[in-house]
């Protein structure tokens, strides 16, 4: 162990785990937030319609969603020990601000979600109709409130508001609950997070459903999801793409550096363009690239001659208000990811267009290209969602609390070792949930629900 960390600190080490960690989580949340809101929906469908097809659409994806909600609980409660493990010191810097979200967060939102969705796996046939569809709906709810409070903690750290410095402790402590509630970084970044979990659910809804179009197997239930699928990527990718806007113009404000590493942009502009795409070199030498002149002033500034901060005379500015270092991010890294998200996301507009289109001309259901290509898509908004965090968390850096506390202050005092085994451990782990994952959601994926809907749950209450 000791020849494989030689050379490598603590810092990097435990910057590793906590993003390896951090993003395979990330990739069950959104699935979990989005697809519980459409199976509720679907079951709202069946119990108002009383159509057999929604019924078993809406088991057939529920069974997808509780496979999902496991593995997102297991994997996430892995990040909580590691602020102890490996983030002591940023523990005890931000545990006054974070102690109030993070326990609401568990009391109340995660307690909801678990309680209604044990009341509707197992309630079936046991409570009233209206009960078993108000706890599907109540569980989707607990998930979108979770993320909420979990959101507000990390916005903090993005800007941080409603805080001071204990001049003996040198602690951030809390003085304006509602200020952090409020803080204008989380009303965005929640809005964007939430309808890119909408987003992810429907891409994937539909994908599943475009897959069993394809082979024909049970039409109308898949059809109808389809259905709704097309209505939630459309409603769900253009209020993404608006926030993630929106986010940009604050960014530019509350952390230029973060989106002038996303152009590479190093000199202020008036004007700027904008590089759709860049071969070579960032740093002002490309092989090839593609500009869309005055575009980035007017993702920045909303002015067509609006002036955008390079990271050259950021850092200056960095320099003289919080010292000698570099303030630079990463900039090929945010670059590209900045980039994928973007593309992915208008990507995924486009679906969501094309087969509204389709439905009208009720050609949805038996469009083959249409089909596969919301198949392969199923994919995009888990990238796109990991694209999307590695650039909000790493374009932050050298901040971990932004202004406040540097990532490299806020590390435990450890050994190497000790960090590489946990990463290395960590690493199996979730290798090998993400290989049980995969394995039950394509196993039960493929196959197509029974056309007669069971008529009783089995000995212990379960159905799914």
Do not use: C
Request: net charge positive.
């Amino acid at each position: 162990m000791g020849a494989l960390v030689a050379g490598v600190s603590t810092l990097t080490l435990a910057r590793w785990q906590f993003a390896v960690t951090t993003v395979f989580h990330f990739l069950f949340v959104p699935l979990t937030i989005g697809l519980g809101l459409l199976v509720a929906i679907m079951q709202t469908a069946a119990h108002r319609t009383q159509d057999p097809a929604w019924e078993r659409a809406t088991r057939f994806f529920g069974t997808l969603f509780l496979v999902n909600f496991a593995i997102g609980v297991v994997t996430g409660i892995v990040q909580e020990f590691q602020f102890g493990m490996d983030w002591s010191r940023y523990s005890v810097f931000v545990g006054n601000i974070f102690g109030a979200p993070l326990a609401i967060e568990g009391l109340l939102a995660f307690f909801l979600e678990s309680t209604f969705l044990g009341v509707w796996i197992f309630g079936r046939g046991r409570v009233s109709p209206r009960v078993h569809l108000a706890s599907i709906w109540l569980a989707s709810i607990g998930t979108i409130l979770s993320a909420a409070f979990i959101l507000a903690a990390n916005a903090w750290m993005q800007h941080p508001v409603g805080y001071r410095i204990d001049p003996h402790t040198h602690q951030a402590v809390m003085t304006n609950f509602w200020a952090v509630m409020t803080n204008s970084a989380f009303v965005l970044e929640f809005g964007h997070v939430i309808f890119a979990a909408f987003l992810t659910g429907s891409a994937f809804l539909l994908g599943v459903a475009a897959w069993h179009l394809h082979r024909g197997h049970d039409t109308p239930a898949f059809g109808r999801a389809a259905r709704v699928g097309v209505v939630v990527v459309l409603v769900a990718s253009v209020g993404t793409i608006f926030l993630g806007d929106s986010q940009g113009k604050q960014l530019e404000t509350q952390q230029p550096m973060k989106m002038a590493a996303a152009e590479a942009l190093y000199s202020t502009q008036h004007g700027a363009s904008f590089s759709l795409l860049t071969i070579g070199n960032l740093q002002g030498n490309p092989i090839f690239q593609i500009r869309v002149p005055h575009i980035l002033s007017v993702l920045a500034t909303n002015t067509w001659n609006g002036k955008v901060d390079g990271i050259h005379q950021l850092q200056a500015a960095a320099e003289r208000r919080y010292g000698a270092g570099s303030y630079v991010p990463v900039i090929w890294l945010l670059y590209w990811t900045f980039r994928i998200m973007v593309g992915l996301g208008i990507a995924l507009l486009a679906l969501g267009v094309l087969g509204l289109w389709l439905w009208r001309r009720r050609r949805l259901e038996t469009t083959g290209w249409y089909l596969r290509a919301a198949t392969w898509l199923l994919l995009a908004p888990f990238v796109a969602n990991s694209a999307g965090w590695i650039f909000t968390e790493v374009g932050r850096q050298p901040w971990v609390v932004y202004g406040l506390l540097k990532t490299s202050r806020a590390v435990s005092v450890l050994a190497p070792g000790y960090v590489a085994a946990s990463l290395i451990g960590f690493t199996a782990l979730y290798s090998l949930l993400a290989v049980v994952e995969i394995g039950l959601m394509v196993r039960l994926g493929r196959v197509p629900p029974a056309l007669e809907a069971p008529a009783a749950t089995d000995e212990h209450g379960l159905i799914y």
